[in-house]
């Protein structure tokens, strides 16, 4: 059975990352009651991802680390492992700076996001960064979860 920590973490930064969703169509034609409700979303987002990255640090350290990781390094994919967790380990710690980032820009700038066309365009490239790294990082947790699904199938 999987640790229930795995199921709070992908809980939260699917929350995390539809915030940010909500953010890019608010920001897409923006007015005065859409940024408002951007800023809102951005901030509830990047809250998400700070909580999902910490109970994903959590669980990595206080179970993965010397349970999982073991099994799949044994398994029959062991590249789940080396190549997946690795990446998504340093991949996922710029999603909270990014989501804070967009937060504050969108705060600073919230007067001036109607008529700035290049504030409104960074604003999206950091909603779409945000939303990519965010399926890459649910895509590569379902290529750890069957690295370990495959190892104990493997009977390791």
Request: glycine share 8%; hydrophobic share 50%.
């Amino acid at each position: 059975m999987a640790h229930p920590l795995i199921g709070i973490h992908a809980f939260l930064g699917e929350l995390g990352l539809a915030s940010f969703l909500w953010v890019f169509i608010e920001i897409l034609d923006p007015n005065h009651s859409r940024i408002k409700r951007a800023k809102i979303a951005s901030l509830v987002g990047a809250i998400f991802l700070f909580l999902s990255w910490f109970v994903g640090g959590y669980y990595y350290v206080e179970y993965y680390g010397d349970n999982v990781k073991p099994i799949i390094k044994e398994g029959p994919q062991p590249w789940a492992h080396g190549i997946f967790t690795e990446a998504k380990e340093h991949i996922f710690l710029f999603l909270p700076f990014l989501a804070f980032t967009t937060f504050i820009l969108i705060r600073n700038y919230s007067h001036k996001i109607e008529k700035n066309k290049k504030i409104k365009k960074s604003i999206l490239w950091l909603c779409a960064v945000i939303l990519i790294l965010g399926a890459l990082m649910a895509l590569m947790g379902y290529l750890i979860s069957s690295g370990a699904r495959s190892a104990l199938e493997a009977g390791i």
